[in-house]
């Protein structure tokens, strides 16, 4: 093992107590909630706040400076009272310094921004990070005592994986995505951080392309109402604990 890796080791034991325990099962402390429109969580819990937006320049290219509008940092920035949005994206970054935009060049894995926030949203970003329970522990870190982290990703369990399962066709993997999650991965790591999860919401992303894809979307949205595990992809909702605020 590495130095850095008995850095870790050593600061778990010293922080946490924890045992590691192998080949035990573990379920959500909530339960699954399937929700149609997640951004309106999402927007809830921003007005009036302090946010912090991880890779907010996601999509950037796409969105400005036509499309503003439905751009979620755009989105978080008419509602909020002051949001600050981080990248790793340097082109995306200058792009949107371009249009106006301000986005800090930070590794959400290492950054220290001095400053705590009431809501950090990290959207579609999880599963591309090199370490992913290291950026949950360090984004704890930036929040407030009372506020919250909410984190979306591709749900591990989708209706179009078991079909195209079932068909023996390729599963589609973006080539800058490194893991899937299930929600029970979200309550390993809290239990390993000491952070609670608060809420599990599982949703489907409506397309509005072709009649083919909109058809298909509307089948995987019957399925997801049978099964919500089924759904393309999740929110989850991370708070402290009293013992860590």
Not at 3 to 9: A, L
Not at 109 to 114: F, I, Q, R, S, Y
Request: glycine letters at 8%; a negative charge; one cysteine or more.
């Amino acid at each position: 093992m590495g130095s850095v890796g008995k850095i870790i080791c050593n600061w778990f034991m010293e922080k946490r107590d924890l045992t590691m325990v192998v080949n035990e099962l573990v379920y959500t402390e909530v339960g699954l909630e399937r929700i149609q429109e997640p951004f309106q969580i999402i927007e809830n819990l921003a007005s009036g706040k302090n946010v912090l937006n991880i890779g907010a320049a996601g999509g950037i290219f796409g969105y400005l400076p036509d499309k503003k509008d439905v751009w979620l940092h755009q989105r978080l920035m008419s509602l909020a009272n002051k949001v600050v949005g981080v990248d790793i994206d340097a082109e995306g970054i200058e792009y949107g310094i371009s249009h106006g935009y301000t986005i800090l060049n930070e590794n959400c894995e290492t950054m220290n921004l001095g400053e705590r926030f009431d809501l950090i949203v990290m959207s579609d970003v999880i599963e591309h990070v090199n370490a992913p329970v290291t950026a949950i522990n360090n984004l704890m870190e930036h929040l407030n005592d009372n506020g919250v982290l909410v984190i979306t990703t591709p749900n591990g369990t989708p209706a179009n994986v078991f079909v195209r399962s079932l068909l023996r066709k390729q599963i589609n993997v973006f080539y800058d995505h490194v893991a899937v999650y299930y929600p029970e991965h979200f309550q390993v790591i809290c239990n390993r951080l000491g952070f609670k999860l608060d809420a599990v919401y599982l949703f489907d992303h409506i397309s509005k392309g072709s009649f083919g894809l909109r058809f298909k979307s509307f089948l995987f949205q019957i399925f997801t109402l049978i099964a919500p595990r089924l759904a393309s992809s999740m929110m989850v909702i991370i708070r402290k604990n009293d013992g860590n605020k």
